[in-house]
């Protein structure tokens, strides 16, 4: 409520009340009431793949959709919330939009959401004014786009564009519980056939938009509420495991050591090293995180014998980012290689870099124009479920300032309602621009 003071005396010093942008910070404020066991307990927030807390969510945002006058609001097979706001033809094209509804563990509240709730706002204006579009719109909160219970990123997204990988129905999570059961517990039918029926057939589509919190720091340093993305980064991310042998720490002598957890760790620094090498290829344009090092039944007193590790490799286009996998993948076995140890690397995900579509650039650039803001195009270093789309149909983003220097994965991730405000009238013009052509 602190937060909530603060963020109204910034109201304050633009003499207007915000309506649209209290609302969507509202809706992220209570859905943030949700969260997994032990981490609402520690008011963290925690939302992963069809947990109890991600069911709540979901119910919750089919509730608002219902109330904002959406005519259809429902859970599909895969537990994503789809609320569809008919055209004037009921069977005319359908603009799509959207963006994820679980987070990070410990992570904000407008990650995702906000694509969720900007266009939600535009609906309810919509309905309130008995307006129809000349074309549908079709508003998904997507339930997985992090990959955080289930190796299985971009799930939700995914979906829409066939891109359900059937191996991910085996996947266990923390407790051991396959991603079947997972799906079956909640209610869905858990069979692929129901998960393909899913797919969306992009003749139906205008294209896909989604407005997403920036996530960084530019938007801050220039201090402008909202940005035009020009294109996503490419990613790539792994899940490896070093096998050495386990020993006393006391007798085995650091010269005869099978340490698995000291390969791991010479793995980060050169990834760390290799990722931000300018040179005349990737020009410093390269991200490479190992976000996660386990040494599996790891005591002070033993050399480490097994080292679980996580690999996220990102870059703006697909070749720059490949050349990167491979200099790390072939480091990785020189590594194990000198020091006598095994080691797996498994591509759990792959996300081509996703240009904007042009016309669908520009039409944000005209929205955040019709504002009176500055333009400010930048890329996303961000992987968002726009990438996903952006193998069936055009797509574009638009980002929003967050606070707190942009901080983002962070339980410090915040927004004021005055940009939302301005994120809502943008995609409001979108739709008018859209509506005129
Ligand atoms: O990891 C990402 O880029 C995104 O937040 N899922
Ligand atoms: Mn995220
Ligand atoms: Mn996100
Ligand atoms: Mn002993």
Known sequence: HIDRIAELRLNDKFGVEPALGNQVWDWCEQLAVHSDPGYLERGELTVTYLTEAHQACARQIEAWMRECGFDEAR?????NVVGVYHG????????LTGSHFDTVRNGGKYDGRLGIFVPMACVQ???????????????????????????????????LVGGFDPAWMTQLDADGIALADAMRAAGHPAT????????????????????????????NEIDLPL??????????????EVQGVASHAGTTPMDRRRDAATAVAELALYVEKRAGRVDGNSGGSCVGTVGQLEVPNGSINVVPGRCRFSLDLRSTTNPVRDA???DVRAELAAICERRGLNFT??????????????????RWERAVESLALPLHRMPSGAGHDAMKLHEAMPQAMLFVRGLNGGISHNPLESSTSDDIDLSVR??????????RE
Do not use: C
């Open 88 to 95: 004037a033809d009921p069977s005319s094209k359908r603009l």
């Open 426 to 435: 943008a995609f409001a013009a979108l739709l008018d621009d859209l509506a």
């Open 75 to 79: 859970v599909d097979a895969v537990g």
């Open 227 to 240: 940005g035009i993305v020009t294109s996503i980064n490419g990613s790539l991310r792994y899940l490896g």
């Open 345 to 362: 690397l498994t591509e759990i995900m792959r996300a081509s870099a996703a240009p904007s579509a042009p016309a669908w650039q520009q």
């Open 192 to 219: 692929l056939d129901a998960i393909a029926a899913l797919r969306r057939d992009p003749a139906r589509y205008l294209g896909f938009v989604e407005v997403h919190i920036e996530q960084g720091p530019v938007l």
């Open 125 to 159: 204006q919509l309905a309130r004014a008995g307006r129809r579009l000349p074309f549908g719109l079709e508003v998904v909160g997507f339930a997985e786009e992090e990959g955080q219970r289930y190796p299985a990123t971009f799930l939700g997204s995914g979906a």
């Open 324 to 326: 990167l996998a491979a």
